[in-house]
């Protein structure tokens, strides 16, 4: 059976498909990323041949929402929840 996984965020949709755009396009042989509209929120759901490929996907998804949280707070002096 193929690992898979999901990760729902609190972010909105349209900014999420935004900054996620490449690494959406962009096709993996082992892994694929799907990213989903959960009541208006990021959902992204993740399918892997194996393991490792699946660690690189999540790996994949949580440094771009660190980088993205990272420059909020330094653009804002804030992250965006607590706005």
């Given at each position: ?53 699946l660690r690189a996907a999540l790996n ?24």
């Open positions: 059976m193929a690992p898979t996984a999901s990760i729902t965020t609190e972010q909105p949709y349209d900014k999420m498909r935004q900054l996620f755009a490449a690494e959406l396009a962009r096709t993996h042989e082992r892994s694929t990323i799907t990213l989903n509209n959960k009541d208006g929120r990021a959902a992204f759901d993740v399918k892997a041949k194996d393991t490792p490929a994949t998804i949580t440094s771009v929402l660190a980088i993205h949280e990272k420059t909020t707070e330094a653009i804002h002096g804030r992250t965006e929840e607590e706005r």
